[in-house]
């Protein structure tokens, strides 16, 4: 059954000019932007109404008008790129362990195609939503512009709780949503990655099902594989790596040491376990760490391999470690005396009414949106320099670029090589925000969003609009 639903994504009238065409099948919901013509669409607002703080998506659209309105941007390019491409809901069937059927709803946000491919983590979580895929695709199309690699955003997740599900039930959650996207995802069209809640095991199940549905082995259909399967060396530490190569760039920026050089990690996954890790390695001093259950503050420091294996090996308690600390919890470590801060768990972690109480020199984010719309002024004004989440975290996606390439080549590269390239890209995209703030007298943030925008309206422009 084919229908134009009179609602809009983010409710009705929010999306303004973009009507919405839904295509109803038992399993499938699909939705697509039509673009209005130029002389019904909405003015860019000058003063556009404040988002609602927690709504991740509405962030991310507040910090993209300020950054359209900086650079320019004409009203049709704006209004092409403020909104996803297309976007899906999907209804998925599984037999669980105990006979019973459940139907889990998952998500798939495609933000944009025009420097390439799509690209975006899956996440398992019990609280994923819709606008927040949204927000995440987005934010993938300018995280990558900022690195300059070829891809645009996107971004999947489902509604269920990973942890009280078995593996069967896992496996076959995962290939029933690959094959309901059999059409939709591939090596040139959208590339998917491990998030929150899933792993290079997810990733296995869905490169093996696409790969059934195509007749052929389709490595490059996914990253964040095993090695095993086509994964690339290194990306393990990507993202944690590109927070630490970030961090060496904002002390060389401020003049400081990296030698006792205080930091603290909220989030003790793979990015905050990898990042604390490293840079521990590295001489830095990490004084604080957090996951869900809570967190430590410890003024000596952690030995953060000894940690590592106390939670991930042995399976017990970050905030029963010895020789421990203040106990705080998960979000209170962010508010302890340090000189760099990493929030890498979740959204929404620093708002208007905490951001006053952070004590960094220097915020480098390892999650995406960790800090809202009305938390950034409140840290600019304190003179806290952010290194924000399309620059900090975009370590992953690089090596995930990485990946692709060595999946297309069928050419696999060693550690070494992944490092010093990544270290390139990094290194280079510091520079080009850091630049781009200085020249137009803004933040960081801000800058970024910039120079995203300035890259994909300028490959836009060139390819044109095929009607």
């Known amino acids: ?96 362990d105990n006979g019973q059927l459940e139907v889990f709803t998952g998500y798939r946000v495609l933000h944009s195609t025009v420097r390439g491919p799509g690209k975006g983590g899956i996440r398992y979580a019990p609280d994923v939503s819709l606008d927040e895929v949204r927000a995440l695709a987005t934010w993938m199309t300018w995280k990558c512009a900022v690195v300059n690699i070829p891809f645009g955003g996107a971004k999947g997740g489902i509604i269920c709780n990973p942890q009280k599900m078995s593996k069967g039930e896992l496996e076959r959650m995962t290939r029933r949503y690959t094959a309901e996207l059999a059409n939709w995802l591939g090596p040139e069209k959208d590339v998917p990655a491990p998030d929150v809640g899933t792993n ?52 060389a920026k401020l003049g400081m040491k990296r030698d006792g050089c205080r930091v603290v990690v909220q989030g003790f996954g793979n990015v905050g376990s990898m990042a604390a890790m490293l840079m521990h390695e590295a001489g830095y001093k990490i004084v604080g760490l957090s996951d869900i259950a809570g967190g430590l503050y410890n003024e000596k420091g952690f030995d953060v391999p000894k940690v590592i294996d106390w939670v991930y090996t042995q399976k017990k308690s970050l905030q029963d470690f010895p020789p421990g600390g203040t106990k705080l919890s998960s979000r209170d470590v962010l508010f302890q005396p340090c000189e760099i801060v990493i929030p890498a768990a979740i959204e929404n972690q620093i708002t208007e009414k905490n951001a006053s109480q952070v004590q960094a020199k220097i915020l480098c984010e390892g999650a995406n949106g960790p800090t809202t719309w009305q938390a950034d002024a409140i840290i600019d004004k304190k003179g806290i320099f952010t290194v924000p989440d399309i620059l900090g975290n975009a370590g992953g996606v690089t090596v995930s670029y990485f990946e692709w390439v060595q999946d297309r080549q069928g050419f696999f590269w060693r550690e070494s090589e992944v490092n010093e390239r ?41 390819r044109g609009i095929y009607a």
Not at 205 to 217: F, I
Not at 221 to 240: F, Q
Not at 426 to 440: G, I, S, T
């Open 1 to 96: 059954m084919l229908r134009i639903l009179a609602e809009r994504p983010d409710g009705p009238g929010v999306y303004g000019v973009a009507a919405t065409l839904a295509l109803k099948v038992p399993a499938v919901r699909l939705s697509f932007c039509i673009r209005a013509p130029a002389d019904q669409g909405e003015l860019r607002m000058s003063n556009p109404p404040l988002p609602e703080e927690m709504n991740v998506y509405q962030n991310a659209e507040a910090r993209f008008e300020v950054a359209a309105q900086k650079i320019g941007l004409e009203q049709g390019l704006y209004r092409y790129l403020k909104y996803p491409s297309k976007e899906i809901t999907l209804y998925i069937p599984v037999g669980m």
């Open 200 to 251: 290079e095991q997810t990733m296995a199940w869905v490169m093996d099902t696409y790969s059934m549905h195509t007749g052929q082995a389709t490595t490059a259909v996914v990253t964040g594989k095993p090695i095993e399967l086509g994964g690339s060396r290194g990306r393990k530490e990507a993202t944690g790596r590109g927070i630490m190569m970030c961090c060496d760039k904002a002390l």
């Open 422 to 462: 990544l270290h390139d890209f990094m290194d280079h995209a510091f520079d080009e925000v850091v630049r781009y703030a200085e020249l137009h007298n803004v933040n960081n943030r801000i800058a970024a969003y910039m120079l995203a925008i300035d890259r994909v309206a300028s490959a836009l422009r060139l």
